[in-house]
């Protein structure tokens, strides 16, 4: 069984910083590509920033130039440094793994953790 749980989120000013951790734990012999997504109310999940296991990073342009991501292979960890954080930045930010359990290659994701800016 893999677990997946996030942290750091809360509540920042606008052009404030906040640092969010994923850790991935569990019966997962391997994990390939990670990454953050987001869902703000009423609108549909979308693609924040993914890194593959050789550090290859892609971000949404929204975040561009503001949010880095970045992973600690050895201890299955990874980072989302949000910087000049906006209102529209507000969602609650889901982490995903994608990795071999005890079965195929599968994607996990966590519970989620807010991120609230406000104006």
């Known amino acids: 069984q893999v677990q997946v749980v996030e942290s750091g989120g809360g509540l920042v000013q606008a052009g404030g910083s906040l640092r969010l951790s994923c850790a991935a734990s569990?019966?997962?012999?391997?994990?390939?590509?990670m990454g953050w997504y987001r869902q703000a109310p009423g609108k549909q999940r979308e693609l924040v920033a993914t890194?593959?296991?050789?550090?290859?990073?892609n971000y949404a342009d929204s975040v561009k130039g503001r949010f880095t991501i970045s992973r600690d292979n050895a201890k299955n960890l990874m980072y989302l440094q949000m910087n000049s954080l906006k209102p529209e930045d507000t969602a609650v930010y889901y982490c995903?793994?994608?990795?071999?359990?005890?079965?195929?290659?599968?994607?996990?994701w966590g519970h989620g953790t807010q991120v609230t800016v406000s104006s």
């Open positions: 890194i593959t296991s050789s550090g290859i990073t």
């Open positions: 569990g019966s997962m012999f391997s994990v390939n590509s």
């Open positions: 995903s793994v994608d990795g071999y359990g005890l079965g195929p290659l599968s994607r996990y």
